[in-house]
């Protein structure tokens, strides 16, 4: 009776080691790198219990960027609550990096319209009507010059836009535009002067010429 007490005892001593083991195991603290970034996060901590259901709260968000989020070297799971962004993943078995990168939506556009608008050094760019007013929906540090006649211009333009007759550009810059490296979006009634005009101020040196057609082709506003 005393031997099978006593292998009783190491058995249950045996299995609860065994637990004990086991717990160990599963509550194992794996480290996190935030690359830099951890004083973002608020309540990170240095180092998690694999199987740990993570939640990372971000709240430095400014309203135009974009932010993208990284655990484990993939695109992380992210909600948004009372001003916060939300990360939530769950620790894996092995140290992981946390970070975030971030895109000024501003500036990002900028450089596509820079891209879409630069025209070529040895002339003008041309681009469709439907292009020109997506464009214009981002103000920027561009001109748009209506090249017909004056009385043309009187009777209705595109917003913004200053006039320039077409006639009127021979040799001399005109004073309207006195930088050559501005971005100068031009336009007539049909697509024709706006041709003509934009080859002739390519030739007086500007480098940033985009014609864009004629006003019959517009959908937008119209002002007088």
């Known amino acids: 009776m ?3 007490l006593w292998l009783l005892a190491l058995a249950t001593i ?16 794996y480290k996190v790198d935030y ?46 609550q009372n001003g916060f962004f939300i990360i939530s993943f769950q620790m894996p078995e092995h140290d992981i990096k946390v970070y ?7 500036t990002a556009r900028r450089q596509i319209m820079d891209t879409k608008t630069k025209a070529p050094a040895n002339g003008f760019k041309s ?19 209506d090249v017909r006649r004056a009385e043309e ?8 836009a ?4 077409n006639e009127s550009i021979s040799t001399e810059k005109p004073a309207q535009l006195p930088k050559l490296d501005q971005t100068i979006y031009v336009y007539c009634r049909s697509g024709n002067r706006s041709k003509q005009a934009a080859r002739k101020l390519s030739a007086l040196g500007y480098t940033r010429i985009i014609e864009f057609g004629g006003i019959m082709d517009w959908r937008g506003e119209i002002v007088k």
Do not use: W
């Open 153 to 160: 211009f009187a009777d209705g333009h595109i917003p913004d």
């Open 162 to 165: 200053i006039n320039i007759a």
């Open 14 to 29: 045996a299995i609860g080691s065994i637990s004990l083991t086991t717990m160990g195991c599963l509550a194992k603290e």
């Open 127 to 145: 681009i469709t009507m439907a292009e020109a007013q997506e464009l214009f929906k981002t103000k920027g540090d561009y001109v748009i010059v």
């Open 100 to 106: 975030y990168h971030k895109v000024n939506t501003m």
């Open 2 to 4: 005393k031997n099978k």
């Open 35 to 80: 690359c830099g970034q951890k004083a973002a996060f608020e309540g990170a901590k240095d180092s998690y219990a694999a199987g740990t259901d993570v939640k990372l709260k971000y709240g430095m968000i400014a309203s135009d960027t974009d932010y993208y989020f990284f655990v484990d070297g993939k695109r992380a799971k992210v909600d948004y």
